[in-house]
């Protein structure tokens, strides 16, 4: 039987590759930090359940493909404290994020097409944009810039008459950068050089530390027809599970044909679309905090993280995760290693190989995403095994590269 080239061409998420290796591992009494995943352990708000509580329906119904009206108002509502304005048929509920970047690239790309990307970007855009049948560009952004934006040539240099959009996420997974305004002027300068759209992809757009002002596309007046906005409850709610995010742009030929896509699945979730529309009610305070909480678990994770030997690390200005380069040959090997090989103290950890993050071949080979949205206690610990780990796989290499000089 034959598969299709769309399905063959497509890799396993990095973020997860490795868990049939972690279950090995816990199945032999070892406890395994799971930093290579953005779950986080903060709780989700009392009125999530308290919505759900209040579905008094007895029949759950297919709701309105476009998602329902409570629902839509709370997020105009809640977007316009961000000074982000839409009307009701200018956003369209999805299933998360995931969803919403899917329709906005089927919407926008034909077979062939390209989407021009900073790389290392979050692993998923690879398969949506194959799903459309195009392919990611990338743009390489450096550690030693802390991931900011290159130059305008060099962006404009990767764009061809098959370039439909710029896909970027702010604040960025897998570095924690957030751009500038001036950075985000550049790319809208290049939209309209060249006809192009902007899928901004804001699911962690409230958890920007320092003061680090934030910008959203959707503050740049003069390309808001051609902005995408990706938005969701998952990260900033904790409520991964329930799937819940939204596509909306201001124009409205673009949201009257991703509809059509909104129809093709019938619906999303009524009743999670209930308990999502009752987080209007969160008080604002459960948002400021998760990020203080977040801020915290940065600058334990940036402090520990750079001073281990050998270790380069940025530190991220939003989200929850940071990337590092690690004094190993190939992070992918190095976190096998630590699954099947290693212990300290009958504890190991996981973390996400970088390499997956990027599109071109060879980069991000000895570098490593680490999500700090978990406990500090296991942040502290994790941080430990780290360098325990790093000191041994380094010896043994040397050992094996002694060997092998002498045979
Ligand atoms: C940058 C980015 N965009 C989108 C998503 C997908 O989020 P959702 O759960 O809303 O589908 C994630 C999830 O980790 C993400 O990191």
């Known amino acids: 039987m034959q598969f299709s080239n769309r399905i063959s061409n497509m ?32 709780k ?37 404290d961000s000074n982000i304005y839409f009307d009701k048929d200018e956003l369209m509920i999805t299933h998360g994020g995931s969803e919403a970047i899917q329709f906005a690239l089927m919407a926008i790309c034909d077979p062939g097409d390209e989407v021009i990307s900073p790389e290392p970007f979050y692993s998923n855009y690879s398969s ?7 392919e990611i560009v990338p743009v390489e952004t450096k550690i030693e810039n802390e991931f900011h934006l290159p130059g305008e040539d060099l962006i404009e240099s990767k764009i061809t008459n098959r370039t439909k959009c710029i896909l970027i996420s702010n604040p960025c997974n897998p570095t924690g950068t957030v751009y500038s305004y001036e950075e985000l002027e550049m790319l809208a300068r290049i939209a309209k050089k060249y006809d192009l759209f902007i899928i901004s992809d804001e699911v962690y757009r409230q958890f920007i530390f320092d003061n680090i002002s934030y910008t959203s596309c959707m503050h740049l007046s003069d390309i808001l027809d051609r902005v995408i906005l990706v938005d969701s409850i998952s990260k900033h709610y904790s409520a991964c599970g329930a799937r819940i995010g939204l596509v909306a742009s201001k124009n409205k030929e673009l949201m009257h044909n991703i509809l059509k896509l909104c129809q093709a699945r019938l619906c999303v979730s009524t009743i999670e679309q209930f308990a999502a529309s009752n987080l209007i009610n969160t008080m604002n305070s459960y948002i400021t905090d998760v990020k203080m909480q977040y801020k915290k678990r940065r600058d334990i994770m940036y402090t520990a ?11 991220p200005e939003g989200a929850f995760y940071m990337l590092a380069k690690l004094p190993v040959d190939d992070s992918d090997k190095f976190a096998r290693w630590l699954l ?16 997956g993050f990027y599109a071109t071949r060879g980069l991000g080979k000895n570098e490593a995403r680490f999500s700090y949205c978990t406990s500090i206690e296991d942040i502290k610990n994790s941080m430990i095994i780290l360098e325990n780990a790093l000191e041994k796989y380094n010896k043994i290499s040397k050992v094996k590269i002694l060997d092998l000089a002498e045979q």
């Open 11 to 42: 890799d396993f998420s990095p973020i997860r590759k490795l868990s049939k290796f972690a279950k090995e591992t816990e199945k032999r009494g070892i406890k395994v930090y799971h930093l290579n995943i953005g779950q986080p352990d903060v």
């Open 340 to 355: 099947e090989d290693f212990s300290y103290n009958n504890h190991t950890l996981m973390f996400a190989p970088a390499s």
């Open 44 to 80: 989700t708000p009392d009125t999530f359940f308290e919505g759900v509580t209040n579905y008094n329906e007895n029949i759950v119904k297919y709701c309105d493909s476009q998602g329902i009206d409570s629902l839509i108002e709370s997020f105009i509502q809640s977007l316009s």
């Open 305 to 315: 993280m750079s001073n281990i030997p050998g270790v380069v690390c940025s530190k």
């Open 128 to 134: 949506f944009a194959k799903i459309a049948g195009a």
